[in-house]
């Protein structure tokens, strides 16, 4: 998957707030308390993220409605393995990133599991 832009990561974030598919129309509005944006701006970033893989569409009667491909923690695994692979020496910032885990990442490193509510 393709890094996201500003405004890209701005519609995954309302995305990633909801369990529902989201219209352009939805988001717009779900935007407008923060920032005033075009109808048309919001369907070229949806498009362009559908077109990156990070959201799947369905059209519904004449509107298409956008859903997550990931959840935010696997597009955050899948940006710190870009990372490594662009790295000169990937085990080396592996093990310097390592130094600072946290005990409860440890943990969880552990077992094998997120951490997350439904883990504990």
């Not at 988001?27 to 923060?34: C, I, P, T």
């Not at 559908?50 to 519904?60: A, I, M, S, T, Y």
Request: aromatic share 6%.
């Amino acid at each position: 998957m393709q890094r996201l832009g500003g405004l890209e990561a701005e519609v995954m974030n309302e995305l990633w707030s909801t369990d529902e598919p989201q219209s352009v129309h939805d988001l717009v509005e779900r935007l407008s308390g923060r920032k005033q944006l075009a109808y048309t701006t919001i369907l070229t970033v949806v498009t362009h993220l559908h077109e990156k893989g990070w959201v799947q569409r369905e059209k519904r009667s004449r509107a298409y409605f956008y859903s997550l491909s990931c959840s935010r923690e696997e597009a955050t695994s899948q940006a710190l393995r870009a990372l490594l692979d662009s790295s000169a020496d990937p085990s080396a910032v592996l093990l310097h990133f390592a130094k600072t885990v946290t005990d409860p990442e440890f943990d969880a490193l552990r077992r094998g599991r997120t951490g997350g509510p439904t883990d504990q």
